[in-house]
C-alpha cells in the first residue's frame, strides 16, 4: 500500500485552495544504478473530487517530479466540504485520501 | 396495468446489469470516473505528434494563458510550474516541455466546479520552452515560456 498523500484545502472566499503532495518515487525508466535500470514507475491519473463530484480529471507522464505536488482550486466550496484525491500508477497501484475544506486565514 | 410489473423489472434488472459489465470492461484502471490514459499523446517523442495525440490543431496563440515558472531552475528534477487561463470555458489543461524525450508532461481536464489553474513540478532534461495547451470551447489555445536549466532531471 502506498503511502499517504498531505492534502491542505483552504477557502479563500468561496474558492478551495488545494495543494496536495504524493509520495511516489516517479521513475522515469532512464534512471541507472549499480544493480542495472530502474523500471518505469509513475502515477498516470489523478482525479480530485469536491463532495464526491470530480471537478479535476488528470494524467502524467513520468516528468512530474518524484513525490508529486498538485495544486488545484475549487469553486463554490464551504468550509466542511470532502476533496478527496485518488492517484492511480502504471503498477495499478493506487491511493485515495480525503480532507475537509478549512476556514482560510 | 397493461405491461406486467414483473416482467419489466426482470427486463430492467437485465438492462442495468449489462450497462455495468461494459463499463468495467471499458475502463482498465478500474477508477469508474477516469478517462483511459492517452498513450498515444503521452508517447509521442515530437512535439507534432504530442499535439495530435491531444487532438491539438489550429493552435492559437493567447495572451490569457499565463505560465508560472522560474527563468532559471537550478535543478531539472523539480520545476515549479503553473498554468492558469482565463479564457472562458476552459474544458482541459496540458503542460508540454518541448525538448524532453517525451514532450508531455501532463494533461488536466477541468470539469465543472473545477478552477482553470493547475500548479505541479516537472522534470526536465535541458532548458527548453515550457508550453501551455488549452482547450475551450473546442478551440486551442497556446502559450509558452522558456525555462533554463543548469542541472538536467531526466537521469
Redesign the interface.
Known amino acids: 500500500m502506498a503511502d499517504p498523500m498531505k492534502i491542505r484545502a483552504t477557502l479563500q472566499g468561496d474558492t478551495a485552495d488545494v495543494r496536495i503532495l504524493m509520495r511516489h518515487p516517479m521513475e522515469t525508466g532512464t534512471r541507472k544504478t549499480a544493480t542495472g535500470v530502474v523500471p518505469l514507475h509513475f502515477i498516470q491519473s489523478v482525479i480530485v473530487q469536491h463532495n464526491g463530484r470530480t471537478v479535476l480529471d488528470g494524467q502524467w507522464s513520468q516528468a512530474i517530479s518524484r513525490d508529486p505536488f498538485l495544486g488545484v482550486r475549487v469553486k463554490g466550496a464551504k468550509v466542511g466540504d470532502k476533496i478527496s484525491v485518488t492517484w492511480v500508477d502504471n503498477k495499478d497501484d493506487k491511493r485515495t485520501d480525503e480532507v475537509a475544506v478549512m476556514a482560510g486565514a | 396495468m397493461k405491461y406486467p410489473r414483473r416482467k419489466f423489472l426482470k427486463f430492467a434488472g437485465c438492462t442495468g446489469a449489462l450497462f455495468v459489465a461494459a463499463a468495467a470492461g471499458l475502463l482498465k ?3 469508474a ?3 483511459p ?2 498513450k498515444n499523446a ?1 508517447e509521442a517523442k515530437a512535439m507534432a505528434e504530442t499535439l495530435k495525440g491531444l487532438g491539438a490543431s489550429g493552435l492559437i496563440e493567447s495572451k490569457d494563458i499565463t505560465i508560472t515558472a522560474p527563468d532559471i531552475a537550478e535543478n531539472g ?4 510550474v ?1 498554468v492558469t487561463s482565463r479564457i472562458p470555458n476552459t474544458q482541459s489543461i496540458a503542460i508540454i ?1 518541448e525538448k ?3 514532450p ?12 482553470s ?8 532534461g535541458q532548458t527548453s520552452d515550457v508550453r501551455a495547451v488549452v482547450k475551450a470551447d473546442g478551440k486551442f489555445y497556446t502559450a509558452a515560456r522558456e525555462v533554463k536549466i543548469t542541472v538536467g ?3
Open positions: 484502471t478500474g477508477t470516473w477516469a478517462a490514459w492517452n503521452f528534477a523539480i520545476v515549479p503553473a516541455a524532453n524525450p517525451f508531455l508532461a501532463a494533461s488536466f481536464d477541468i470539469m465543472a466546479g473545477g478552477d489553474y493547475v500548479s505541479t513540478r516537472l522534470k526536465m532531471g531526466c537521469g
